[in-house]
Structures are given as structure tokens and as C-alpha cells.
């Protein structure tokens, strides 16, 4: 498994249902990766992408967007962990709202996952956060306790899990909590549990060239998970520059 504690900071690009070959050609070659080691850049494409896009590494990582939380048998169309093992992915995102909302993934579901990513060596980008209903009602901290309760495998840790905290409603909205708001949901995070304390907890939810650095550079952000502007390979681009 990738070392996840020698890094300082994560941009995760969730390219989402988008990009093809040719996309993907253009996109790694206008890519600039910064210098720093410390900081680690992983895209995460289409599964159908993945193999191409893993074989143009240049510096940067590669994640799934999902896996199936079956080990193999008759789940026709799933993805197993053992298949990213076998292609070395080394990060998956899980739990994301959308597969949340629109494909009823569960808390349970995505501790089932990501059990077995970490067994595979696969470190899962788990993510969580409150629709804008649960946060003008200010339960907030209570949908994160519970989503943190029951989405977090009991033998993750620090070493191998990584928790997104990404806002349902800042996601393709270009709207984002204040920068207090923030750094506060992620120190929530941090001292929910002892457990949390050194744990990498990344921020995503309309995350831009023009916000990132102040969002990353937050005492308790330690990286952005990016959607949109992650497309975009000049964006993108600065986004992760030093
Ligand atoms: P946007 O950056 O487009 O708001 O998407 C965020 C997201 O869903 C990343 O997983």
C-alpha cells in the first residue's frame, strides 16, 4: 500500500462519468506535476480508463471511483477489488453522494468496501458530508458522526484510509462553506474520535484554481478532492501547483 503518512497533502481528480483515450492523450500531456514529493496527485478516470491512463503515470497516481463490494460470482457489471489489485490501483474513492443518492450505496455498503480495499492493499478515499436540508436544520455533526460510526471500517486507520469531507450540497454548485466553516467541519472530524487525529482528511466540493490554495493551505485540510476543475488540465494545473 501507498504510504500515505509520507505525504503532506492530496488532489484527488474525480473525473466522474467523463473523458475518453483521446481526452485522456491531451490531458497528461498539458499536466504539469509540481516538484514536491509531498504532495500526491492521483486521477481517477472511468474503470474503463483505467489501465490506459495507468500506463501514461508520469508522477501522479491512479484511483477508481468505485468498486463492488462483492469478492467475485454472479454480480453481472461489478468491479472487484481483486481486478484493481491486479491493474495496481492504488487509491478508490467510496461512498461518494452521488453513489449515495442516486445508486442508494449505504453506510454499510461502503464500510463493506472499504474493508476489502484496505485488504487489497487499496487505500479508500471514503467520503462523507450533509445535504443542505440536514445542515439549515444544523444537524451537520450528527449526519458526520453517524456516516463516520458506520462508514469507517473498525480496522481503518491513519495508515490506510483516507476520510473526504465533501458537502452535498458545494458539490457542482460553486458554492462552498466559509474557509472557517471548513477548517471547523474537518477539526470536528479530527477529534470526533482519538482515532481520527492523524488521520489525512481532504476537502471537495466546488474546489477551484481560484479557492484551492486557501482551502489546502487550512489547519486541518489536507487536500482537495476536485471535480469539475479537474477536467480541465490548465485548471487542474494550478490547482496543484506549489
Ligand atoms: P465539483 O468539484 O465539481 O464540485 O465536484 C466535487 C466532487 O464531487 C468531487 O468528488
Known amino acids: 500500500m501507498i504510504k500515505i503518512n509520507s505525504f503532506s497533502s492530496f488532489f484527488i481528480a474525480n473525473w466522474k462519468l467523463n473523458g475518453n483515450f483521446k481526452f485522456i492523450d491531451q490531458f ?3 499536466l504539469k506535476i509540481p516538484n514536491n514529493v509531498a504532495k500526491c496527485v492521483v486521477i481517477c478516470p472511468t474503470s474503463i480508463h ?3 491512463i495507468r500506463n501514461k503515470k508520469n508522477n501522479f497516481y491512479v484511483g477508481a471511483q468505485n468498486v463492488s463490494q462483492h469478492k467475485e460470482g454472479a454480480y453481472t457489471g461489478e468491479i472487484s477489488c481483486a481486478s484493481l489489485s491486479d491493474l495496481k490501483i492504488e487509491f478508490c474513492i467510496v461512498g461518494h453522494s452521488e453513489r449515495r443518492q442516486i445508486f ?4 454499510t455498503n461502503v464500510n463493506s468496501k472499504s474493508s476489502q480495499l484496505i485488504e487489497h492493499d487499496i487505500v479508500p478515499i471514503i467520503c462523507i ?4 436540508e440536514e445542515k ?6 450528527d449526519v458526520l458522526s453517524k456516516q463516520l460510526e458506520e462508514s469507517i471500517p473498525k480496522f481503518s486507520n491513519s495508515d490506510n484510509t483516507i476520510i473526504a469531507y465533501e458537502p452535498v450540497w458545494a458539490i457542482g454548485t460553486g458554492l462552498t462553506p466559509s474557509f472557517e466553516e471548513i ?3 474537518h477539526k470536528f472530524i479530527k477529534n470526533y474520535n482519538n ?3 492523524n488521520y489525512k482528511i481532504i476537502y471537495g466540493g466546488s474546489v477551484k484554481a481560484n479557492n484551492a490554495k486557501e482551502i489546502v493551505s487550512l489547519s486541518n485540510v489536507d487536500g482537495a478532492l476536485i471535480g469539475g476543475a479537474s477536467l480541465k488540465s490548465d485548471d487542474f494545473t ?3 501547483e506549489d
Open 129 to 132: 458530508g450533509e445535504t443542505l
Open 195 to 197: 482515532k481520527y487525529n
Open 28 to 30: 497528461t500531456s498539458e
Open 50 to 52: 483505467l489501465d490506459y
Open 104 to 107: 442508494n450505496e449505504t453506510n
Open 238 to 240: 494550478k490547482i496543484i
Open 183 to 185: 477548517n471547523n467541519t
Open 136 to 141: 439549515e436544520n444544523g444537524e451537520t455533526n
